[in-house]
């Protein structure tokens, strides 16, 4: 994908299977994992720093509307 994305005019890469041919030729089958590592550490931590934001962040923000009480519960639509 990465290098359709670069081959804008498609002079080398015409289609996803021409890609993975060119890919296979240049650099063997690993050529097609190049940078699969980064990308799996990278979404991994990004959803780990989002899961502890969401855990973390709410106090500080009921702090800063300066609401002292929790929210009321919400009343039962059938009521």
Not at 8 to 25: E, F, G, Q, W
Not at 38 to 65: D, H, K, M, S
Request: glycine fraction near 8%; include cysteine; hydrophobic fraction near 40%.
């Amino acid at each position: 994908k990465t290098c359709m994305q670069g081959d804008l005019a498609r002079a080398v890469h015409r289609d996803p299977l021409s890609t993975c041919r060119n890919l296979i030729a240049e650099g063997g089958i690993g050529a097609l994992m190049r940078g699969a590592g980064w990308r799996t550490l990278n979404i991994t931590l990004t959803v780990f720093i989002a899961g502890e934001v969401c855990q973390r962040l709410p106090p500080y923000l009921l702090r800063l509307t300066r609401r002292a009480e929790p929210a009321p519960a919400p009343v039962p639509l059938n009521e």
